[in-house]
């Protein structure tokens, strides 16, 4: 065994998974899992802790492993994430607890989030649950959407004893979980579906096909319905363009709805009834994880996928794997490229994109390097379908429709980031409501800051 270097994960072979929608990573068995364990040192000082927005203690559940205690090391993991399945597949560990990990100086760091996954899997395999509290406050706290910030928050106050009511405002709970990320990165009738399973286990109750703000508004949650608190966790659902002429043609989508379309749609699938044009050849404009989701979902309904980043490479915001996996399955990548038009023909739909070459010249206000149009470099793409990716807003129908709430100019709710409190006493926010489209994990995060804010708030009256 190789201390230095992580244990390889199986996988799909790349010609063989860009032509279906089952999970690309097939992820640890308990040999490999183990062996992989033991390559963590279970450092006193645990950075790869401080690297987890939602604090798990990672060296005690990889020991647990190490030595065999699945449940254990499930349980462990249990007391901060509400999600442990998801964040093993979706976060971006490479930044996050695995950037910390010390066996990554010399080496590869230990592989924590595919030993997450593994762990989440036995458990959902051998029905192993997370325990609820036994005994209620009589408290009641309405959470407003049921994606990885809302459930997150719901499933901490449950534990603590709160009457908990999620308000989702799709047919189907999960918010980002089951309509933004592709079946092939997170399958949703395994995996998603049984960790809402695993929150309404707590205790807690989701009413779907609810709008706030124009089924009910949170000023009424308050006053009429009997909370005594509420959490806002509704994500950024609101599509970014660009601006350019021709964005209202026919074949031209935002990610968002695209992904929507095929995920919680199921317009991959003949037999349901929600068809979505997959274009034979298609550009995805942007170069973050959503891009490469869009991008790769495209492939799979056949088309060849280019993905448009004006940038370089090494300024791709996406994960360094989503980006691996994209070139495996035969993306194009189409770099340091901005579109300036997209061309539309006699019956209203896309025929091709104007393009302009670009260089990176000074660093912006983000720190990356500002690019810049190269003079005379503009040419054509020939094309039938344009998916956005250019990054969501909150949708401010929430934020309109609440007294005093207030937000900031980009539409997002102002919160604070240590307990969520908002400028409307007994309402707290948190997730991409707050932030703008960010992460799963830091959306759990957020949650759990929100859950620690609310038991403040009614513990203290």
């Known amino acids: 065994m190789d201390v230095l270097k992580?244990?390889?994960?199986?996988?799909?072979?790349?010609?063989?998974?860009?032509?279906?929608?089952?999970?690309?990573c097939l992820g640890y068995n308990m040999e490999e899992a183990v062996e992989e364990a033991a390559r963590c040192i279970n450092c006193k000082n645990a950075r790869c802790i401080q690297g987890c927005p939602v604090a798990i203690n990672i060296p005690k559940f990889i020991s647990q492993v190490k030595d065999g205690d699945v449940k254990a090391a499930y349980d462990t993991i249990s007391e901060s994430s509400a999600l442990p399945a998801v964040c093993g597949r979706v976060c971006p560990q490479e930044s996050q607890c695995e950037g910390k990990c010390i066996r990554g100086v010399k080496g590869e760091p230990v592989s924590i989030g595919k030993l997450e996954r593994f762990v989440a899997d036995w458990a959902r395999e051998n029905n192993v649950k997370p325990c609820g509290s036994s005994t209620k406050n009589g408290k009641k706290v309405a959470v407003i959407g049921s994606g990885p910030s809302g459930l997150t928050c719901a499933g901490d106050l449950a534990k603590l004893g709160y009457d908990v009511t999620i308000f989702e405002a799709l047919h189907e709970a999960g918010g980002v979980l089951v309509y933004g990320i592709p079946e092939f990165r997170l399958p949703k009738d395994t995996v998603v579906k049984q960790e809402i399973e695993n929150v309404v286990?707590?205790?807690?109750?989701?009413?779907?096909?609810?709008?706030?703000?124009?089924?009910?508004?949170?000023?009424?949650?308050l006053s009429e319905e009997g909370f005594d608190a509420v959490f806002i966790g509704s994500g950024a659902g609101l599509p970014k363009f660009m601006g350019i002429p021709g964005e209202?043609?026919?074949?031209?989508?935002?990610?968002?709805?695209?992904?929507?379309?095929n995920n919680l749609m199921k317009a991959f699938k003949d037999e349901y009834d929600t068809p979505i044009k997959p274009g034979k050849k298609v550009a995805v404009v942007g170069g973050g994880n959503v891009a490469m989701d869009a991008a790769r979902t495209a492939l799979r309904l056949g088309a060849e996928v280019h993905i448009v980043y004006r940038r370089s490479e090494e300024e791709l915001p996406a994960r360094v794997e989503e980006v691996?996996?994209?070139?495996?399955?035969?993306?194009?990548?189409?770099?340091?490229?901005?579109?300036?038009?997209?061309?539309?023909?006699?019956?209203?739909w896309v025929k091709g994109m104007k393009c302009v070459k670009m260089e990176l010249g000074e660093p912006d206000a983000s720190g990356r390097r500002r690019p810049v149009v190269v003079e005379g470099?503009?040419?054509?793409?020939?094309?039938?379908?344009?998916?956005?990716?250019?990054?969501?807003?909150?949708n401010p129908l929430i934020s309109s429709t609440t007294e005093g709430l207030e937000v900031n100019k980009w539409k997002c709710i102002v919160a604070d980031e240590e307990l969520g409190k908002t400028s409307k006493e007994g309402v707290y926010a948190g997730g991409d409501a707050v932030t703008g489209a960010a992460t799963v994990i830091l959306a759990m995060g957020a949650g759990k800051a929100g859950a620690k804010g609310i038991h403040e708030y009614l513990s203290n009256q």
């Open 248 to 261: 209202n043609a026919n074949g031209v989508f935002s990610a968002n709805e695209y992904l929507t379309r």
């Open 377 to 394: 470099s503009e040419f054509e793409m020939e094309l039938d379908t344009v998916i956005m990716s250019l990054g969501t807003s909150p």
């Open 201 to 221: 286990g707590l205790g807690v109750k989701i009413e779907t096909n609810v709008v706030i703000g124009k089924s009910i508004t949170i000023d009424q949650l």
């Open 6 to 24: 992580k244990v390889p994960v199986r996988e799909q072979e790349p010609d063989i998974r860009n032509k279906n929608f089952d999970e690309v």
């Open 324 to 348: 691996h996996h994209a070139k495996e399955e035969g993306i194009i990548f189409d770099l340091l490229t901005n579109p300036t038009e997209i061309l539309v023909d006699e019956n209203g």
